[in-house]
């Protein structure tokens, strides 16, 4: 059972440039959402999706651009890099949208911006 | 808005003893709190959830927690601690969005050393 799934696990960009975070879940869960991990700083959530075709920010959403096509995927898109943006990035899932359902979460990607 | 706070940011103790992990929160309404563990390199696992009810909750690989609401606490507990608990640990409490989501606020973790 491979629960949630991000790739990839390493990533370094320079300043400006593109790319996405993948994250899959296998779970058939309905709310999927996207935190980032700063020291001394806890979670944050930056995007979330309540069912596929809905998307709405979260707590740090600029920079960061999401889409649910799927139940399975929910993408994360950074358009142009910062250095501001080097995190550890956790995609996480959960049956329901419900404040009480708890999240699943994927074992990260580790993004720096130089 | 909530907030949770963990006052510990490491904590050494040798294996066998008992362990206690302070954790604090603030929210306007019945809160529903969780705690996470992760290991080095890895994504956060749910240790237990508080929703309502029995204000002691077990959880899994022998913890337990117990919410206070005078306290304003949900303190995670382990009376025998083993060296493969030493991780960091989170303490989150969750809220629902105006957009139909939640988010789960985060303390800023605790790191667990055990010593042998």
């Known amino acids: 059972n491979a629960g949630v799934t991000q790739t990839p696990k390493f990533q370094v960009l320079k300043t400006g440039q593109s790319m996405t975070l993948q994250c899959a879940q296998d779970m058939n869960h309905e709310y999927m959402s996207w935190y980032r991990q700063d020291p001394g700083m806890g979670l944050r959530l930056i995007h979330y999706s309540v069912g596929a075709g809905i998307t709405d920010q979260g707590e740090v959403p600029n920079g960061y651009n999401v889409s649910r096509s799927t139940t399975e995927d929910f993408p994360l898109r950074l358009l142009s890099a910062a250095p501001s943006q080097t995190s550890v990035y956790f995609c996480?899932?959960?049956?329901?949208?419900?404040?009480?359902?708890?999240?699943?979460f994927g074992n990260g990607t580790r993004l720096t911006v130089t | 808005a909530q907030s949770v706070t963990q006052p510990d940011i490491h904590i050494t103790v040798s294996e066998g003893a008992s362990l206690e992990l302070r954790c604090n929160y603030s929210y306007g309404a019945t809160p529903y709190l969780f705690w996470y563990v992760q290991s080095p390199g890895q994504g956060l696992q749910l240790l237990l959830k508080y929703f309502s009810g029995d204000t002691l909750v077990q959880g899994i690989k022998g913890f337990e927690a117990e919410f206070k609401r005078s306290q304003s606490s949900f303190n995670l507990r382990k009376p025998s601690v083993h060296w493969s608990d030493a991780a960091e640990y989170f303490c989150?409490?969750?809220?629902?969005?105006?957009?139909?989501?939640?988010?789960?606020?985060f303390g800023t973790g605790t790191q667990l050393k055990v010593e042998l």
């Open positions: 996480a899932s959960s049956y329901s949208p419900a404040n009480n359902s708890p999240l699943h």
């Open positions: 989150a409490v969750g809220a629902q969005l105006t957009g139909g989501g939640n988010k789960l606020t």
